[in-house]
């Protein structure tokens, strides 16, 4: 059987066993503390990671606005970009055509040179042909020049 102990015994493991009651006792507050403080820290980056989450919202929908405004704005310079080409066609077709009435109207498929060097070779040019009497010399006169030289006696002889 077991030992019997005395009153002084029992009270001595009595008052240990209290001693580290209150030493676990200490400790499982010690633990609380620190989980409070941690709780408190992960609350607080939750409101700081909450508040970023609004920001980047913001942030995309404005960059969602601003995209849209650049979309609107090259669609406005795509059309003025067609619109512009349209004009731009509009006047080297008309600019063609007039060409085209100049040299239907003065005979000639080149340019006359219009320096006043131009126009006294042109006149030596037209004294030349003028001056060769015989059609067949004039005819081997007339194939020797290049057609801007045949231009430029046919515009002459005009008038």
Known sequence: MGIMLTVDEQLDQALARVAS???????????????????????????????????LEADVSALGSTNQELESKMQALAARNAEIEAKEQDIESRASKRAAEIVASTGTAAAVPVTAQGDQRGEDLVARFKAISDPKEQTVFWRSLTAQQQALILSSSSN
């Open 21 to 55: 009651l209150e030493a676990d006792a200490q400790a499982q507050e010690a633990l609380l503390a620190e989980s409070s403080t941690k709780a408190q820290q992960l609350e607080a980056q939750l409101e700081e990671a909450a508040a970023n989450y609004q920001r």
